[in-house]
């Protein structure tokens, strides 16, 4: 009976050190997907912003943003993100017909993803 008091004890003790402390950012855009939809040329100049949160207990670090062909980062954060706090990265497309189906990387100091690397979908069509 003592071993399993020891046992259980560890289990819950150990089960501590898997939770992740530190910035975590979380998108507005379900998925990580920005959906243009279907867009005119002549009505839309493509340009979006990219809203999302730090719900970590640490500062947000936004240290590059990465764009495919087709895309200029328009603007993203210079400061650190308080926890809690909100942040945007402004993006523009450079509207050429045809469907949308690109990707762009940010880079962070988040540990709710990999490495801190974020990939958000682009996706849409671009009519004449």
Do not use: C, H, W
């Amino acid at each position: 009976m003592k071993n399993i008091a020891v046992l259980i004890t560890m289990i819950l003790f150990s089960s501590f050190g898997f939770a992740q402390s530190g910035a975590k950012i979380n998108f507005k855009a379900a998925d990580n997907t920005i959906d243009y939809g279907t867009v005119s040329k002549q009505n839309d100049n493509g340009v979006r912003t990219i809203e999302f949160t730090n719900t970590g207990d640490a500062p947000l670090i936004i240290t590059n943003v990465l764009s495919t062909s087709g895309f200029t980062i328009s603007s993203k954060p210079t400061a650190p993100i308080a926890p809690g706090k909100n942040g945007k990265i402004d993006i523009k497309y450079n509207m050429v017909p045809g469907p949308i189906r690109k990707t762009i990387t940010v880079e962070s100091n988040a540990v709710n993803y990999d490495s801190g690397r974020i990939p958000l979908k682009i996706k849409g069509l671009v009519s004449e």
